[in-house]
């Protein structure tokens, strides 16, 4: 999945983490680039949360001219919702599969990993949180879309798994359309579905930085201050 081992950023308070948060960065990035959020994010004292920022292989990317980048799967064109290489996106999902093995390994129960992603990390995020064989704490989908909406075979185990949604209303990147629609795909498919948008275009704003607080609070069983 990466050309070198994931960022970690280990819980605030010192003490063992007894949850985590695996996040991947969108296309073109690596796991640095929301490194700044750890620190922002409104976090309950009581939690100890582990924060895994793993950083994409580079791969020749279609879209842009087959220019080499950091990418989880390859675009074959810019209807983002559509045309890609699926057969890469699984991959990256099984190396984050491969992430939630070994933190459960470490002691910390499945039931308190929650996936992320941003853009093409979100889509991965889509596919490993809703095909991974043990139930999870939550999905968070930034600004993305479910790329496998329609070959994906889902677990069991994750049937009853949060989702929480969140997009820009200006984003020129992945068109706020296709992040509707990818809620709704994953609403079509039996899941409880929460969607937010922003007055943002493709980022992160400092609102949406609180509900993601909020929402990991509650994910991770923590109680609101």
């Known amino acids: 999945m990466a050309d070198s081992s994931p960022l970690i950023i280990e819980p605030r308070q010192a003490r063992a983490a007894d949850a985590t948060v695996i996040l991947l960065h969108g296309l073109g990035a690596d796991g640095h680039d929301f490194e ?3 620190p922002a994010l409104p976090l309950n004292d009581s939690l100890a949360v582990r924060f ?8 020749a990317v279609t879209v842009n001219g087959g220019m080499e980048m950091p990418a989880w799967y390859d675009i074959l064109d810019m209807n983002l919702g559509r045309r890609i290489d699926e057969a890469q996106l699984k991959a990256s999902a099984d190396s984050v599969h491969a992430l939630i093995d070994a933190e459960i390994a470490k002691g910390i129960d499945s039931r308190r990993i929650v996936v992320a992603g941003f853009s093409q990390g979100g889509a991965v995020a889509y596919h490993a949180a809703l095909t991974y064989p043990q139930p999870l704490a939550g999905l968070l989908a930034l600004s993305t879309y479910f790329a496998t909406a329609e070959s994906i075979q889902p677990s069991d185990a994750n049937r009853a798994l949060p989702i929480e949604v969140h997009h820009g209303s200006f984003d020129p990147v992945v068109p706020e359309k296709l992040g509707h629609e990818g809620a709704e795909r994953a609403e079509a498919l039996g899941y409880a579905v929460h969607y937010r948008t922003y007055p943002m275009q493709h980022a992160l704003c400092p609102e949406q930085i609180g509900d993601i607080g909020h929402w990991l609070n509650a994910r991770l069983g923590a109680q609101e201050a």
């Open 36 to 38: 700044p959020l750890v």
């Open 52 to 59: 895994i920022l793993p950083h994409a292989p580079r791969l």
